[in-house]
């Protein structure tokens, strides 16, 4: 089972930026497809960006504001958030799928709060 540890959420005013990061354990993190998934208060978890391989995806509510990137080497995917809206409210959790074996991993989930 791939560890997960996620880092770099907190209190921000609305307007300002955070950058999200997600440590993974083992040695296969090059082939995994990596991904943040916002869940808002009293909402169901949902997706906000994942890479694999070249390819990154956005939700339409984060496009242009939110930039997804992986470090291969240092087994860590970041999201860098710009210009949040109270809405980007949420604990954010980092996701791991193994293409091959179909596992999956979730990280214990960072708060993102943007208030003023």
């Known amino acids: 089972q791939v560890q997960l540890v996620e880092s770099g959420g907190g209190l921000v005013q609305p307007g300002g930026s955070l950058r999200l990061s997600c440590t993974a354990s083992?040695?296969?993190?090059?082939?995994?497809?990596m991904g943040w998934y916002q869940q808002a208060p009293g909402k169901q978890r949902e997706v906000a960006s994942i890479?694999?391989?070249?390819?990154?995806n956005y939700a339409d509510s984060v496009k242009g504001r939110f930039t997804i990137s992986r470090d291969n080497g240092q087994n860590t995917v970041y999201l860098e958030m710009n210009s949040l809206k109270p809405e980007d409210t949420g604990i954010y959790y980092c996701?791991?799928?193994?293409?091959?074996?179909?596992?999956?991993?979730w990280g214990q989930g960072t708060q993102v709060t943007v208030s003023s």
């Open positions: 996701n791991s799928k193994n293409p091959f074996s179909r596992d999956e991993s």
């Open positions: 083992g040695r296969m993190f090059r082939v995994y497809t």
């Open positions: 890479t694999a391989g070249g390819d990154t």
